[in-house]
């Protein structure tokens, strides 16, 4: 990764020399820029390696670069330390709101305020990292996120400003450079979980839920690496210098190292003696093996089902987090609209009870598990629909009525089946065949109407009490007769 100066989008054009003597160059940035450096038109004599947050990608394979992994770092979502956002998003949440589906907070469980989704400049290997990763939940290797990697901002604090001017630019959004997230409230954006730390809860804020482990690489060329590979005895021949920083048993996978590169945020690898990948080089678009010291926890599962799936019914869901090498303990919690409810796990389980009043429609529940000192937080999603309730209309209106009265007075009553706490509300009517009699109000469940009886034919009439129903509740019918003497 070579990150420019925060600022202004003209910091790319800052120079550096790379060797004493030699010409200055650009500065690259962001990690695709780097290990451009090392082959093809902008291959560059001077440039021995490039420090990269990804992978090889197809061109580099072809033309031979090596990637040597030394450490992990996780990439999360980051919103400004005072945000609309909510305390956690899940992956279908995350990819909601760079397809565009989601924007304004209030849809996933935050404040109101629309939504400002920000990505790394391009070119940056986080940026490619952070789209592979969408494309996996979107299940289309196509997918390319919406949002913007630059905007107008205050140069002062970096929060959005409208009309450009000497303290109002067009700014750079910088891979891991807070400015522009910490004074925006709506603000959201990829960032390293290490630099996150590192740059402390006033400047972001690291939302839970989605969360994306990845290999940090030292990225050289074949010729300045060597061609072997690990399991031949002459890997590295003739290149100890590079052995000794980059390879399986130089100083970047030795002890030594282990507490620097965790002073700058990340995990080291494990070393290629305690089975790990630490040093060992990577010519394919294939990633290492993820295992580090001092881990930060186990990756658990999450799974959830859930029952009650009708308004008016006790909404249940049923999360159950599983870990190798224990059973996983401490809060979840789930999201379903603008509603959140909690729960502690025992014995790896927790049922969340959502209200009956939950309105009808489709969810997806945002199932989110917290993490404690053996397992990191992680999240999934269920799918949730609540239909209408079915309802059943009832009425006490007189069976008979003299010619002479002139209304005739009676109570209707909607009552959700099957029962519920919840009671009925919404428009009722009385009719005679299309003619409306009476008109009146669903409340608590009770209705009062009075219909007048001149508009009743002696003898038998037949009669209908129609109940409406609302966006959560089914319509329903009751039919009677009232004779006129």
Known sequence: MYPCTPGSSTDSTQFITLRTGATAIPRPNGSGAGKALLYGAKDNPSVTFARSSGGLNDAEVSAGLKAYPFAVDTLVAVTAPVTNAPASLTPQQLLGIYNGTYTNWSQVGGKDGVINALKPQSGSGTLSFFVAQLQKIAGDSTFQPKGHDHELADTATGAPCATASATCVDTLVQEHDPTLVTHDPNAIAPFSLGRANLAGPDSVSVLKGWNARRALYNVLRSKDAGNATPDNPAWFAGTDAMNAVF???????????????????????????????????????????????????????????????????????????????????????????????????????????????????????????????????????????????????????????????????????????????????????????????????????????????????????????????????????????????
Do not use: M
Request: with cysteine; glycine share 12%.
């Open 247 to 485: 390879g399986k048993d130089g100083f970047l996978c030795s002890a030594a190292a282990r507490p620097i590169i965790e002073a700058n945020g990340f995990k080291q690898l494990l070393s290629f003696n305690d089975g790990g990948a630490c040093g060992l080089p990577v010519g394919t678009t294939s990633a290492p093996d993820l295992s580090v010291y001092d881990s930060d926890g186990v990756n658990p599962v999450v799974s959830a089902t859930v029952s009650g799936t009708t308004y008016g019914a006790v909404h249940q869901v049923a999360v159950t987090v599983t870990g190798a090498g224990g059973t996983p303990t401490g809060a979840v919690s789930v999201n379903l609209g603008s509603w959140t409810g909690s729960g502690t796990l025992s014995g790896g389980t927790a049922t969340i009870t959502a209200p009956a009043t939950l309105p009808a429609g489709s969810y997806d529940a945002a199932v989110t598990y917290q993490g404690d000192s053996n397992f990191r937080d992680a999240s999934t999603d269920v799918a949730l629909v609540v239909a209408k309730a079915r309802t059943v209309s009832s009425e006490t209106f007189a069976a008979t009525v003299k010619r002479s009265a002139k209304t005739l007075a009676g109570t209707v009553k909607v009552v959700l089946a099957p029962a519920s706490s919840v009671a009925a509300s919404g428009p009722v009517r009385v009719l005679k065949g299309s003619k409306v009699l009476a008109l009146g109000t669903v409340r608590n469940g009770v209705a009062h109407l009075s219909l007048k009886v001149a508009s009743l034919s002696l003898g038998k009439n037949a009669l209908t009490v129609k109940y409406a129903g609302t966006g959560n509740l089914a319509g329903s019918a009751k039919k009677f007769t009232v004779t006129k003497k």
